[in-house]
């Protein structure tokens, strides 16, 4: 009965590869977020979905794509992965009427070598 | 775990001891404010917000102020538990993308 869950919860790769994150809610909100959290915790949004189109993209490099097949999944693709790249990755979703109801995935650990 | 060097703001207490976390914000456009407490190898959760029409919200334990003159939120806990030891943000969230803009964290340890 997980609200918002990501697959997977760790993933160790190699600099150059390429690499997708899955996130799923079933909390019937309209709007899904990507975040990027830093070795130093900052939390920092990347993109933002809602009903299946994109409306935040943060200056985010071209190597990092979302892709939203349905209101209720939003993953994230990476291509030619850099050690930069290793942070905590948070899927969040959230209703359109209560910030309240903004709600965390319990994060993908993403270490680039 | 926890990164070498992480240089989060921090603050011990012992357990029955009332906490008080500060964050300072940038945004005044911004229509809510968030507390968001983070234990180890979970995502962030909510706590409390307020409106920014409001100065004073209270919950079960906490309470937040907002200080809009001087832009400072700050979050009480009162009779602070080891459970409550964790990592907690503020954050701003306002206008039509639903975005949350998230300040430094504070690292909050309660001593038994």
């Known amino acids: 009965d997980t609200a918002v869950s990501q697959t997977p919860k760790y993933l160790v790769t190699q600099m150059g590869n390429d690499k997708s994150i899955k996130c799923e809610q079933n909390?019937?909100?309209?709007?899904m977020y990507w975040y990027k959290q830093d070795s130093k915790k900052f939390l920092k949004i990347m993109f933002s979905?809602?009903?299946?189109?994109?409306?935040i993209n943060e200056t985010v490099p071209n190597r990092f794509s979302p892709k939203s097949p349905d209101k209720a999944h939003l993953n994230l693709h990476i291509n030619s992965l850099e050690l930069g790249d290793s942070a905590v990755y948070f899927c969040?979703?959230?209703?359109?009427?209560?910030?309240?109801?903004?709600?965390f995935g319990s994060g993908t650990r993403l270490t680039v070598v | 775990g926890e990164s070498v060097g992480l240089h989060l703001p921090t603050l011990s207490v012992q357990e029955g001891d009332n906490s008080i976390i500060n964050c300072a914000y940038s945004?005044?456009?911004?229509?809510?404010f968030i507390w968001y407490k983070q234990e180890s190898g979970k995502g962030p959760q909510f706590i409390i917000d307020?409106?920014?029409?409001?100065d004073k919200r209270q919950g079960q334990r906490v309470t937040v102020l907002l200080n809009k003159t001087v832009k400072h939120l700050s979050l009480q806990i009162a009779a602070t538990q080891p459970g409550d030891s964790a990592v907690y943000f503020c954050?701003?969230?306002?206008?039509?993308?639903?975005?949350?803009?998230f300040g430094k964290g504070t690292l909050l340890t309660v001593n038994p």
């Open positions: 954050a701003e969230f306002g206008g039509s993308n639903y975005k949350l803009t």
């Open positions: 909390l019937g909100h309209d709007t």
């Open positions: 969040a979703s959230s209703p359109t009427t209560r910030v309240s109801g903004y709600t």
């Open positions: 307020i409106r920014s029409n409001m």
């Open positions: 979905y809602n009903n299946k189109e994109l409306i």
């Open positions: 945004n005044s456009a911004s229509d809510y």
